[in-house]
C-alpha cells in the first residue's frame, strides 16, 4: 500500500521547537520531490517547504525562511520537517505530500503532488 504518514505534530510554547517527520512506504521518495503544506483554522491550505529529489535542493515560504528546515533520510525513505521558534501563526494541520515517480523538481502547487499524508496538528500556544 502506497502511503505517507506524518509525526512529530503536538502543542509547544511559543518560541519552541518541533521535528516533523514523513515516512513513505509502499514506495520510494528517491528521486521524487517532497512538498510540506499546511492548513490553518478556516484557512486555505498552503505550501511550507520542498527538497528536490535529485540533489537536495531546498525551498521554502518567506514566512518559514531562517526558522524551518526540511531535510531527508533517504536510506530510511522520510523527509524531516524542523521548526524552531515556532509562532502561534505557524499554528495548523501539516501535511507532507510526494511527487509522482521521477518528478525531482520542487513544486509548490498541490495539482503537481501525487500522494499526501493523512497529516499531523501543531499547536503553537502559551
Known amino acids: 500500500q502506497v502511503q505517507l504518514v506524518e509525526s512529530g505534530g503536538g502543542l509547544v510554547q511559543p518560541g519552541g521547537s518541533l521535528r516533523l517527520s514523513c515516512a513513505a512506504s509502499?514506495?520510494?521518495?528517491?528521486?521524487?520531490?517532497v512538498v510540506w503544506f499546511r492548513q490553518a483554522p478556516g484557512k486555505e491550505r498552503e505550501y511550507v517547504s520542498c527538497?528536490?529529489?535529485?540533489?537536495?535542493?531546498?525551498y521554502y515560504e518567506d514566512s518559514v525562511k531562517g526558522r524551518f528546515s526540511i531535510s531527508t533520510d533517504n536510506a530510511k525513505n522520510l523527509v524531516y520537517l524542523r521548526m524552531n521558534n515556532l509562532k502561534p501563526e505557524d499554528t495548523a494541520v501539516y501535511y507532507c505530500?510526494?511527487?509522482?515517480?521521477?518528478?525531482?523538481?520542487?513544486?509548490?502547487?498541490?495539482?503537481?503532488?501525487?500522494?499526501w499524508g493523512q497529516g499531523t496538528q501543531v499547536t503553537v500556544s502559551s
Open positions: 509502499g514506495f520510494t521518495l528517491d528521486l521524487r520531490a
Open positions: 527538497i528536490s529529489g535529485d540533489d537536495d535542493s531546498t
Open positions: 505530500a510526494a511527487r509522482g515517480a521521477m518528478r525531482f523538481t520542487c513544486s509548490r502547487y498541490e495539482a503537481d503532488v501525487e500522494t
